[in-house]
């Protein structure tokens, strides 16, 4: 079974998991809590299967948002450096 149809099983089994528990959940807080758990592992379970579908095949990173394309920090002005990944002494300057 390739990869990415197992973690789409995963998902789908983790949120029909959740639904039993929905079933014997007393409290609303856990109701709650459980009914977002089971959406977000069913969306995210579509998203697997949508993405291994024939045809859709491996995006260009020109169709991705900014933040999921692979840049150095310099050249994202949105993202900070980290001070503790510096090469040099910080506290020369």
Do not use: C
């Not at 089994?13 to 959940?25: D, K, V, W």
């Amino acid at each position: 079974m390739p990869l990415k149809q197992r973690l789409a099983t995963y998902y789908r089994a983790a949120a029909a998991r959740g639904r039993r528990l929905l079933a014997e959940a007393t409290t609303p807080w856990l109701k709650e809590h459980l009914g977002a758990e089971i959406a977000r592992h069913e969306q995210i379970a579509e998203e697997i299967e949508r993405a291994s579908e024939p045809g859709v095949g491996a995006a260009s990173t020109q169709d991705e948002p900014p933040q999921f394309q692979a840049e150095p920090p310099a050249d994202n002005p949105g993202v900070r450096r980290n001070p503790f990944l510096e090469t040099g002494d910080a506290r020369t300057g």
